[in-house]
Each structure stands twice: as C-alpha cells, then as structure tokens.
C-alpha cells in the first residue's frame, strides 16, 4: 500500500518538473554592422554603449578614455567586465554618456559595457551577473523636502 502510494507521489512530481519552465536561453543581439547595443545606467548617468570586435579602441563622448577619465580608480572601472570574462583588447568601444558625475558616468559605462558583453556573447552572462555587473545601481541622491536646508538636514537647534 505505501509503496504504490510513494509510487504515485513519483509520478506527480516528474509531472510537475515537467510542467516548470527551462531557464530562459540568451540570444546573440548584434545588429548588421556586428556591434552590440546596451544602455547603462547609475545615478543620473547615462551611458550608451556600442562594442564590437577590435583592437581594444575605446572612445567616450569623442575622446580616448584615458583622457576622459583621468583617476585610475575609474578607468580600472571600466576594464573590470572584460579582465573578468578574458577579453582584454578584444573589443572596441564607442559610447556617449550625459548626466551625473565622472563617478557615476563610470558606473554607467561599466553597466553598459557589461549588457553589451552579454549581447554579443550569451555565455559570458553568469560571470558577469555573478559578479552584480549586470544589476542596476539603483541609489540616487534623495530630493530635498520642505522646512529642511537639505534631504535630512535641520538646522540648527538652540534650547534658549
């Protein structure tokens, strides 16, 4: 009796593994010219990114990258997707990025960068997302209230 009920059980859940959807597969997303496509974003930054293979050109809003970002911490910033995936000077990239600060335009680029990886090679996505390069960053300055100097911000309390 128990074994033809375990029996039964089996079967139901075979059914129901059956039933659940397969992870969903990622396709290649180039357009004719073969570049990859990916906006990134953080703060209000930002970034519009096309990649493509090459030999490791990158252009921002019209000028070298090292020019553009000058601090070291934010150019590391921007080669953190491809030291990650091997793929250091395998690609080119053109972007243009408006909004926010030098540190959020970096972060913006590096998001950016990182959707267009995924685009052009499918298989990089679970290192990339492994890693949170993939996820929206999604802190922006809190806006201002009413009867306060700042966000949070009061001013200054006297008891006399």
């Not at 396709?27 to 570049?35: A, I, L, N, W």
């Amino acid at each position: 009796m128990a074994e033809a009920r375990t029996l039964a059980d089996l079967s139901k859940a075979t059914a129901v593994a059956a039933a659940t959807p397969a992870a969903p597969v990622h396709e290649r997303k180039v357009d004719k010219f073969g570049r990859a496509y990916a906006t990134g974003k953080r703060k209000n930054a930002i970034a519009r990114v096309w990649l493509k293979p090459g030999a490791g050109k990158f252009i921002v809003n019209g000028k070298e990258s090292n020019d553009y970002f000058a601090r070291p911490v934010l150019r590391m910033l921007l080669q953190q997707p491809f030291s990650l995936t091997n793929r250091v000077g395998q690609f080119d990239i053109y972007a243009t990025v408006t909004g926010g600060g030098l540190s959020g335009q970096a972060g913006a680029l590096r998001h950016g960068i990182s959707k267009a990886l995924t685009y052009f090679e499918p298989d990089l996505r679970p290192a990339l997302k492994a890693q949170g390069f993939l996820t929206r960053d999604p802190r922006v300055v809190e806006r201002k209230k009413y009867g306060k100097p700042k966000a949070r911000r009061s001013f200054q309390f006297s008891k006399r």
